[in-house]
């Protein structure tokens, strides 16, 4: 190669390094002109990042994967994207702003978005904190990509779930209870509220909206484990047998067993 070519490779290689750099801010959070352009069916999603390297990153891998993704490294910037309809936001805890955990109260209190957290902080207290503030799902770096585009994809099916069944059933009612699919709750004959937790809650109105289809236990993992740190087929049959014991009044089990499958609603569903 000769010196100009050299001086030519040098001149390019600086300019891709720097164009980052230059045009971070812009790419952190896209202008109103292109979120009208944006293609339809796409779910979108907010990466909440403030290490530019994590952020890029996640923002290019989950594009390929044909997701509409926007880049905040902040939490005014995140509040800034968030005013356009998102699906999914995932949420770095320490930001230069603000406390990733406060932030969450807020996206949940303003906007139907899932959210997973994806830190370095990796302790028992932080991950169960998350859970229970707002937390779809808990993830610590370093980030495994496929996996993360799995547990990704998983909320927004859950998520699309709800969606469907509150608007073609708000309530539903079977045996001597309704479930009202909106408020979350569960009442009895007596139209006293039954106390549930969020997993027993979602694995109810899983087996409810199966129509007395079985469900497997690994598909109902699938719906607690957004709720629940470490989630296996023994969680499954925990909060099956709690839910027994508290929809007890008519006789008639409402949760059966099915042998090699796993379990499904007893009792016929009225509207």
């Given at each position: 190669m000769n010196v100009r070519s050299q001086d030519s490779a040098l001149r390019d290689d600086l300019n891709f390094q720097a164009a980052p750099q230059a045009h971070r801010t812009s790419n952190n959070v896209v202008d109103s002109a292109r979120q009208e352009l944006r293609p339809a069916g796409r779910e979108r999603l907010i990466v909440v990042e403030d290490d530019p390297v994590t952020r890029t990153m996640l923002v290019g891998y989950?594009?390929?994967?044909?997701?509409?993704?926007?880049?905040?490294?902040?939490?005014?910037?995140?509040?800034?994207?968030l005013r356009s309809r998102t699906?999914?936001?995932?949420?770095?805890?320490?930001?230069?702003?603000?406390?990733?955990?406060?932030l969450a109260?807020?996206?949940?209190?303003t906007s139907n978005a899932g959210i997973i957290f994806v830190t370095r902080r990796d302790t028992?207290?932080?991950?169960?904190?998350?859970?229970?503030?707002?937390?779809?799902?808990?993830?610590?770096?370093?980030?495994?990509?496929?996996?993360?585009?799995?547990?990704?994809?998983?909320?927004?099916?859950?998520?699309?779930?709800?969606?469907?069944?509150?608007?073609?059933?708000?309530?539903i009612a079977f045996g001597d209870w309704i479930i009202d699919l909106t408020r979350r709750e569960l009442l009895g004959s007596d139209g006293k509220p039954v106390a549930l937790t969020?997993?027993?809650?979602?694995?109810?109105?899983?087996?409810?909206?199966?129509?007395?289809?079985?469900?497997?236990?690994d598909y109902l993992i699938e719906v607690v484990s957004n709720r629940q740190a470490e989630v296996d087929i023994r969680t499954v049959d925990a909060l099956v047998a709690r839910l027994r014991r508290k929809l007890v009044g008519s006789g008639t089990p409402?949760?059966?067993?099915?042998?090699?499958?796993?379990?499904?609603?007893?009792?016929?569903?009225?509207?």
């Open positions: 989950f594009s390929e994967n044909n997701f509409d993704v926007v880049g905040a490294g902040s939490c005014a910037e995140c509040r800034q994207a699906d999914l936001v995932f949420l770095d805890v320490q930001l230069p702003d603000g406390d990733g955990f406060e109260k807020e996206i949940q209190a028992d207290v932080d991950r169960i904190l998350g859970l229970e503030i707002a937390g779809d799902h808990y993830v610590t770096k370093p980030i495994n990509l496929r996996d993360l585009l799995a547990r990704a994809r998983s909320v927004l099916r859950r998520r699309s779930i709800d969606r469907k069944a509150a608007r073609n059933h708000n309530s969020r997993a027993e809650f979602d694995l109810l109105a899983a087996l409810v909206g199966a129509d007395g289809r079985p469900l497997s236990r409402v949760i059966a067993t099915v042998t090699g499958v796993g379990y499904k609603l007893a009792l016929s569903e009225r509207l």
